[in-house]
């Protein structure tokens, strides 16, 4: 169980740094809550407009620190460190997925940067 939801992490990823919108929106429920930096969507049509809005992330997106925990068989949270190339700060993303009908769905996210360090 926890094997498909760190597939289905990573070619989320993979549609991520590629900037491919509609294969992200295939990972989130319908009704999914999500909150970035500076935004927050409620279901698939306010994520759509807002990704189609965006522009690509910087290249060289990396991820640390990978924590996937199960709770049952039907949930697993995923929390990760973000960052890129030449930037010392890195970013916090968490992901609540949980097995429904149409398989293993996103229902919530939270993109978060730590302030810099005062100095």
Not at 12 to 23: G, M, Q
Not at 67 to 92: C, D, H, K, S, W
């Amino acid at each position: 169980m926890q094997h498909e939801v760190a597939a289905a992490f990573e070619a989320y990823e993979k549609a991520l740094v590629s900037n491919d919108v509609e294969a992200m929106l295939g990972f989130f429920a319908e009704d999914a809550v999500r909150y970035g930096l500076a935004d927050q969507q409620v279901g698939l049509e306010e994520q759509r407009r807002w990704r189609l809005a965006q522009p690509p992330l910087p290249v060289g997106r990396f991820l640390r620190d990978t924590i996937m925990q199960a709770y049952g068989e039907e949930v697993v949270v995923v929390n990760t460190r973000f960052g890129y190339p030449g930037r010392e700060v890195l970013g916090r993303q968490s992901q609540t997925w949980v097995r429904l009908p149409e398989g293993w769905r996103i229902v919530a996210a939270h993109v978060s940067e730590p302030l810099p360090p005062p100095g």
